[in-house]
């Protein structure tokens, strides 16, 4: 099996449709039961059974999985090195991001990028998924968690102290919570993984047990919508909710822990000219606000 073969072994492997392996690796549908059918035959076995629900890998077809994922992280860790040796400032860089990250941070890094590099093409991926750099399906994560691979180079970016919001609009026609009264008489937008994991939910150490949940929100720029739209009450981190032009409740109570933002690369990428030209804009976007 050579690697071109892996690959597509690979993606149909994780895929499990002939369209989807297809789509992931912009080649047509075609060609991949071509090639599987002829791996199979090369190496005088079945590696796949057939089923209604798509392809699932056979006991042979597992220790060929094995071997090939080996081939992969091989080929991955050539290329890895290949690219930390180049010193050109041209080319694709791939930046996986949040949709709030990107637009009140990376889109201005990009842009005094393109003015100093025109060269440098950014692929900004903005959403809750999270890409493997490992694998370079992206090149710099920017998150609110730190990774524990020992091949990634991790650095923070920024520690901001989070604290409780409301739109104008909302204080003056609700008022503003009491303390110890537990949010009653008052609406709530909550971040959605928050609500659905933590038994007994806080906002800025306060019960939300007598208010009212409204809205969950799947990201951290949609909770910074609702509180701006008037929706509810909701927490912040204090530097976002300010620069929202925002009004912060109780100022002297703050969440218990802080909100972090890291940015991630892998070790072996980190002297290519390219991608440090955008780390460098990256950081340079987080270094006015308060940490």
Not at 7 to 25: G, M, V
Not at 125 to 147: F, G, H, Q, Y
Not at 234 to 246: A, S
Request: charged share 25%.
């Amino acid at each position: 099996m050579d690697w071109s073969d892996a690959r597509i072994f690979l993606a149909l492997c994780r895929c499990s449709t002939l369209r989807a392996a297809a789509r992931s690796l912009g080649i047509d549908q075609a060609t991949v039961g071509r090639r599987v059918v002829a791996l199979e035959k090369s190496l005088n076995a079945t590696l796949f059974l057939r089923t209604s629900g798509g392809y699932a890998l056979t006991a042979i077809g597992e220790v060929a999985f094995s071997n090939a994922e080996k081939m992969e992280h091989a080929a991955l860790e050539l290329e890895r090195q290949v690219q930390g040796l180049d010193e050109r400032l041209t080319g694709v860089v791939r930046v996986s991001t949040t949709d709030s990250f990107a637009i009140d941070f990376l889109i201005p890094a990009i842009a005094r990028l393109h003015d100093k590099h025109p060269d440098i093409l950014v692929q900004l991926d903005a959403s809750t998924r999270m890409l493997n750099l490992s694998k370079r399906e992206v090149d710099i994560a920017v998150r609110n968690a730190r990774p524990d691979n020992p091949d990634l180079i991790a650095r923070c970016l920024a520690r901001w102290p989070v604290g409780l919001f409301a739109s104008k609009a909302y204080v003056k026609a609700r008022g503003k919570p009491e303390l110890g009264q537990h949010f009653q008489g008052h609406d709530l937008v909550l971040f959605q993984p928050h609500f659905e994991c933590v038994k007994d939910l806080t906002l800025v150490g306060e019960s939300v047990c007598n208010g009212r949940v409204v809205s969950t929100l799947s990201s951290s720029l949609l909770v910074r919508q609702s509180i701006a739209a008037g929706i509810g009450l909701g927490e912040l981190p204090i530097y976002i909710g300010k620069r929202d032009g925002l009004i912060q409740l109780w100022p002297e109570r703050t969440g218990a822990v802080l909100y972090e933002v890291w940015m991630v690369i892998h070790a072996d990428l980190r002297h290519t000219v390219k991608i440090r030209a955008v780390i460098d804009e990256i950081v340079e976007a987080f270094a006015g606000p308060e940490m």
